[in-house]
């Protein structure tokens, strides 16, 4: 019996040993994460200190349950042992305390706040995130984790250690072409506690770590960013906006277009990108990087002949945010500035026609409407059927020599640098006083005119002014004089002709074209002549069978600015000139108009560009 006693008597002993070492902080005692521990408490100036060693990011729960007599209350300290994190002053037997915490060694503070002694049971649990942590520190740009443009990886936010709770995680994505970039970020439903929902945003920055780009501040567990870049490091910001903390899923995604890039830096004509005369290269827009966007891309393109070049552009239909592209295109004169012609069509194809002189020209892409794209252009060359005359031809003194019965070619509209070359001089020496007649024949694409003058060219002897590809004239010269003849081009684009001399007014050279042939055969409207132009412009068209014809101008936006034909017209081809004024006659400003051709269910409509 005596033994029993001596037995309980150490048993007591040892246990308030044991809790005499956790008096105070240096002494407290450790408890397992997941573990439980009893005491005795039995002055209200006494205090039990405990210790607990997280060994990652957790959702900690620590209670405690007394005896009825007593009241025992529980402060949590952080690692520095005198920072207090959170507190449970309950009256009764039971107190409770939870924290989402970092790995570290927290302390727990137990006193007695009403009663005189009894004992206590302590208990700890200890559950980790469903996802594994990123790699801390990484709450700032400078010291954001990578992540690959087709990666995924995992993180936690809203954990606490140190004076400082876990509420920004950024990453770093590195981009070596253009592409969309979307990343999204999928955070546990609940919490760890399982009572409390989590909402994580996040922000998209530049190359600087600093600008936003983009952010999505949706409410909920998903979150998501997307955006057309260049190539180049951006960095993400996962941050904590509800809920208390929890673990997430970062996902990113990249696809490239599917044209390859131009050289990027072709932002003016001065850095523009060499294209091929009938050839194609390919090219992006609407990419960003570093504060700016791709929103120009320019080209140049030589031309050794004359030639009827028409420029295409053909985009991606819908880039990956389901957003239609419209890219614009402005062809520029050779210095670069002065713009020709253009295409404000919207659709993910533009065109442009122009007829040129040799020299080196430029191609203006910008973006419209879209986001990112990618393009092809192309600019196939036409060249006339017959060979050009020697240029510099458009002045009397520098007139072409014109042989008796040899056949002479040439060209008309065709531009460069600020001109276009719609008239020629030709000069004959009459080598006896027998008439002689000039023929001239001309492609199906104009119609020129010729006059003949006096051998000081101070006065016209006889024009010709019949519509269609043939025109003549007849004159009765003197012996040994020299004759200058005037060919001008009145309607059509551009095109080449056959020029001869002889004594005759019938030729095999230049055969005539009968009345029947100059009937149109079809309905046409030609390109206004000059285009662009300044103060006037000239309309041709063709009427094929009797019809009511409307020829007018309209805006851009659809508004009818002026009526140049309106009624019944026979078969023929005529032409129309708009001054650049409205209805009222007023000036109308610079800018691209429409002119629109209307019969029946048939329409044409052509671009003319009026530059003041």
């Not at 060994?55 to 009825?68: I, T």
């Not at 302390?107 to 942590?133: E, K, M, Q």
């Amino acid at each position: 019996m005596r033994r029993t006693s001596l037995v309980l008597g150490l048993i007591v002993v040892s246990t308030l040993l044991a809790l005499a070492q956790g008096t105070d902080i240096a002494s407290a005692v450790a408890i397992a994460p997941n573990g439980s521990a009893s005491g005795t408490i039995t002055s209200q100036n006494a205090n039990h200190y405990w210790k607990v060693t997280i060994p990652s990011n957790a959702y900690f729960r620590c209670q405690l349950v007394s005896v009825s007599t007593i009241d025992v209350n529980i402060i949590l300290y952080d690692t520095d042992e005198s920072t207090s994190i959170t507190s449970d002053t309950q009256s009764g037997p039971n107190s409770e305390i939870i924290a989402f915490l970092k790995p570290g060694t927290y302390f727990l503070r137990l006193y007695l706040w009403s009663g005189t002694s009894g004992t206590y049971t302590l208990s700890t649990s200890f559950s980790s995130p469903v996802r594994a942590a990123d790699t801390e520190l990484n709450n700032a740009a400078t010291s954001a984790i990578a992540l690959s443009p087709t990666g995924a990886s995992t993180g936690h936010l809203g954990y606490y250690s140190a004076g400082q709770t876990d509420v920004d995680d950024y990453w770093k994505i590195t981009t070596t072409q253009d592409g969309w970039l979307r990343v999204q970020v999928r955070a546990d439903s609940l919490d760890a506690r399982g009572d409390r929902r989590l909402d994580f945003n996040v922000i998209l920055y530049d190359v600087n770590g600093t600008t936003s780009i983009t952010s999505d501040t949706r409410y909920g567990t998903f979150s998501q960013v997307d955006y057309f870049l260049r190539p180049g490091t951006y960095f993400l910001r996962v941050w904590h906006w509800d809920g208390r903390a929890g673990s997430y899923e970062i996902k990113s995604e990249f696809f490239t277009p599917p044209l390859a890039n131009d050289q990027e830096g072709n932002d003016s004509y001065q850095s523009s990108l060499s294209m091929p005369v009938n050839g194609s290269v390919t090219g992006h827009l609407g990419y960003y990087g570093n504060g700016q966007r791709d929103n120009d891309d320019y080209w140049k393109f030589t031309t050794t002949t004359d030639g009827k070049i028409v420029i295409t552009t053909v985009s991606d239909s819908l880039d990956r945010s389901e957003a239609r592209f419209d890219l614009n295109m402005i062809v520029y004169d050779v210095n670069g500035t002065t713009s020709i012609t253009s295409d404000t069509r919207y659709s993910t194809v533009s065109e442009c026609i122009v007829h040129l002189r040799p020299g080196t020209y430029y191609v203006r892409l910008w973006l419209w409407s879209g986001n990112g794209v990618s393009y092809r252009i192309s600019a196939p060359q036409t060249t006339p059927s017959r060979a050009n005359d020697q240029e510099g031809n458009d002045w009397f003194a520098t007139a072409s020599t014109l042989t008796l019965d040899v056949t002479s070619t040439g060209h008309s509209g065709y531009y460069s640098n600020g001109n276009t070359d719609s008239e020629d001089r030709w000069r004959l020496l009459a080598p006896s006083a027998d008439s002689v007649y000039v023929h001239i024949i001309s492609d199906s694409t104009i119609d020129l005119n010729l006059i003949a003058l006096t051998p000081d060219t101070s006065s016209s002897i006889t024009s010709d002014n019949r519509n269609g590809t043939y025109s003549r004239v007849g004159i009765k010269p003197t012996s040994g004089s020299t004759y200058y003849f005037k060919v001008y081009q009145w309607t059509g684009t551009a095109g080449s002709y056959s020029i001869v001399a002889t004594r005759s007014a019938a030729t095999t050279d230049v055969p005539r074209e009968s009345e029947t042939a100059l009937i149109p055969t079809e309905l046409t409207l030609d390109q206004n002549y000059p285009n662009p132009f300044n103060p006037s412009t000239t309309i041709r068209f063709s009427v094929a069978e009797k019809s009511v014809i409307r020829l007018a101008v309209y805006s851009l936006l659809g508004q009818e600015i002026a009526v140049l034909a309106d009624g019944l017209l026979t078969p023929s081809t005529y032409t129309a000139t708009w001054n650049g004024r409205d209805s009222h006659g007023m000036e109308v400003t610079s800018g691209t108009y429409l002119i629109r051709l209307t019969t029946g269910d048939k329409q044409f409509v052509r671009k003319a560009l009026l530059l003041r």
